[in-house]
């Protein structure tokens, strides 16, 4: 019989490793799939955001259905082929390279099949995020999220090199490090093992009960959230995000290091590192800090935050100052992405936890795409710089308005 806290201790161990496999290759993705677009095919701002919005898209469709796929498998089989799945869109692309088909359809088409694997992937994993949390949903998040971004950060450095060692080379790495994560998903402790350490069985309990029904069943997460005024506060600001903040950073940020600041990978790889890195200073400090009661109020100041930085890079700053904006960047998304994850988490009701969770990834990607394109055409018509101060002041007016109609007495403890 295996010991219960063994197990607990060593399904977190294989966890962070199964993250930060799937979140190194995803940091090489956004490399990858930014400089073969702006530094090699010399795309327009246009054809950079049609890009970034056609390789989002089918994550966004599929978060749901993978969601409920999630409720109805055993996540860590899943993960694991997923993993695979995942491993085989870079592999296609190094061979159109080397055989010198590299266009902007090829790379498309790769954004999307990797988009459309991770749809399946994220449900899973988040699920055995709450497996494994323990009583501490705040500090297992924080703690996860912190690997997500130094993993992040390792895969962007390493793709930054693509200008010396050559695409198909990072490819294959990305790759590697995939079908890695099916190595370690497979380690993870079952369901009953980790019920005996944590005393909570209500996991395989409810693996074991999963309704069928289609749509309706793939759609229970989103009913559960529109219910809770907690979740669709927060499932508002999430959306916003991908609009106004995720869009601009995927497309203006990479034509600015191209245009205005004359960089190249390497240069790209910095700031798209810096932000994870303020990520994970801001989550250490959460982690130090414990449980923090307001979270949605919270949330909206540290969105505020990132409000004044987009301003600020608005305004043309120096490359040094840019970076250093950037990583305060980071420290305001810190907040943002760990108590939002944490409200997602605790009201998630367990019968239902994949499906509610693959609605937080939807909120995130689902405005992705829009931020994307719009911030491409209107980086072509007015200018990136433009660009930003727009998107700062449309969320800012969001966030105006959301206060002023919520009602926080009704989610004062969250």
């Known amino acids: ?22 979140f190194g290759a995803i940091g090489m993705q956004s490399l990858l799939f930014s400089w073969l677009i702006v530094g090699e095919l010399r795309a327009s701002p246009e054809w950079v955001g049609i890009a970034q919005t056609a390789s989002a898209l089918p994550q966004v469709a599929l978060l749901l259905v ?36 590299l266009s902007i359809e090829s790379v498309i088409g790769y954004g999307v099949a990797f988009g459309a694997i991770n749809g399946f992937l994220m449900p899973p994993r988040d699920t055995l995020l709450s497996r494994i949390a323990g009583g501490n949903v705040v500090r297992a998040v924080s703690t996860m999220t912190m690997v997500q971004f130094l993993s992040q950060i390792a895969g962007t450095l390493a793709a930054g090199t693509i200008e010396s060692v050559g695409s198909p080379t990072i490819l294959v790495i990305q790759a590697t490090l ?12 079952g369901p009953e093992l980790v019920a005996a350490a944590t005393g909570n069985d209500v996991d395989s309990a409810a693996m074991t009960h999963v ?20 979740l669709i506060t927060m499932l508002l600001l999430i959306t916003s995000v991908g609009v106004f903040f995720i869009g601009p950073f995927l497309v203006v940020f990479p034509v600015l290091v191209r245009d205005f600041y004359h960089g190249g990978a390497l240069e790209l790889s910095l700031i798209l590192t810096l932000f994870p890195v303020g990520a994970i200073a801001g989550s250490l400090a959460l982690r130090a800090r414990g449980e923090i009661r307001r979270k949605v109020r919270a949330t909206m100041f540290a969105l505020l935050g990132g409000c004044v930085v987009l301003v600020l890079i ?3 700053p120096s490359w040094p100052l840019c970076l250093l904006l ?11 992405i760990n108590l939002s994850r944490s409200v997602f988490q605790q009201l998630a009701s367990p019968e239902k936890r994949a499906r509610v969770l693959a609605v937080y990834q939807l909120g995130i990607m689902g405005g992705g795409p829009a931020g994307s394109l719009l911030s491409g055409f209107s980086s072509g018509w007015v200018g990136p710089h433009a660009t930003l101060l727009v998107a700062a002041g449309s969320m800012s007016a969001l966030l105006a308005i959301v206060w002023l109609r919520t009602d926080f007495s009704a989610i004062e403890s969250i």
């Open 1 to 22: 019989m295996p010991d219960a806290s063994s197990g607990s201790t060593r399904g977190t161990g294989w966890f962070g490793a199964t993250v930060a496999s799937g």
């Open 66 to 101: 993978g969601g409920a796929v999630a409720d109805r498998l055993e996540p860590r089989r899943m993960l694991a082929a997923m993993h695979v799945a995942a491993a085989l869109p870079p592999l296609a692309l190094a061979a159109v390279v080397l055989t010198g088909g």
């Open 178 to 189: 995939l079908i890695s994560g099916t190595f370690f998903a497979l380690r993870l402790p």
């Open 211 to 230: 309704p069928v029904g289609g749509w309706h069943h793939a759609t229970a997460g989103l009913r559960e959230v529109w219910h809770n005024p907690a």
């Open 314 to 316: 608005s305004t043309g």
């Open 326 to 336: 950037t990583l305060c960047w980071g420290l305001a998304g810190a907040v943002f």
